[in-house]
Each structure stands twice: as C-alpha cells, then as structure tokens.
C-alpha cells in the first residue's frame, strides 16, 4: 500500500482505537453522514486516497490509505454483503457498533500509520480549492493533497 498517498480523496476524522485497529488491514467503518460525493469520486475515478486525523488529535494527518468501496443507506444484508466482497473487518467491538445511532454510510478503507505525519491544513477542498482550516469539523471533505514546497 501507499503509505503517502497523494491522490484526490477524502479527508476524515475517527476515533485513534479504530484507526490502530484498521491498520494493515482491510477495514469497515460508519458514518451518519451519506458521502454521496466520496463514492462519485470513487466510481469516476477508480481509486481514492483516505486522509484521517484521530481523535484526539493535534491537526496531523497520521493515518493514509485507499478508500474502498462507498455503500449509502445500508442494511445489515448490504453490509454483509459488502463486507463478503471486500473483505472486510468491522474494527468496533461489535456489528451493533455499527447501527447505533443513524448510518447512513459504511465505507471499507485499507490504511496504515503515516511515518510522517503531515498538517491537515495541507489538505485542500475540492468544493472551493482552500485549505483545510486547523480546527476543521468532524464532517468528512472531498480534498486533495497540496503538493508540498520543494
């Protein structure tokens, strides 16, 4: 895997637990967002990196990989389903995990720790080509990488 990728992705904020848990291995996570826009810029392009900032975090980027596979307004057979197809682990404690509160979105993702971590603010929106701010939300964003000064 690309430990440093640089491609056109999706930023995103999760819990430290379940990202060292989703290291180097293909992994199922939820959102209570639709990333309608993540899963168009996956089937356009075929690929997509994945940029998270845990939480707690200090605003670095410390984990990077490739976005998977986008399933909107799952069930629980989509989700087994997706999960046969991909391979994929659930890394909370349990399937309920999963549906607690509203899911609108499961996502599989393949991502290891950065060796060297990068500020989010290097992170760029797609939607209106500025930088990620340092104290940007919870809420996933179509981004790409800011190439970085010689």
Known sequence: M???????????RNHIKYLNRACKRTALFRS????VGAQHLLTTNGAASIYFCPIPGDGQIRFAGQLIAVELDPSETSMKALMKRTNARNVA???????GGTCQTLY??????LMKPFPMTELVKLNDDTPLSADYGYSYSLVRRNPVPG
């Open 32 to 35: 209570q967002r639709r990333w």
């Open 93 to 99: 404690p349990s399937e309920e995990a999963l549906w």
């Open 2 to 12: 690309n430990s440093n990728p640089t491609g056109v992705g999706v930023f995103a």
């Open 108 to 113: 599989v993702i393949s991502i290891d720790q």
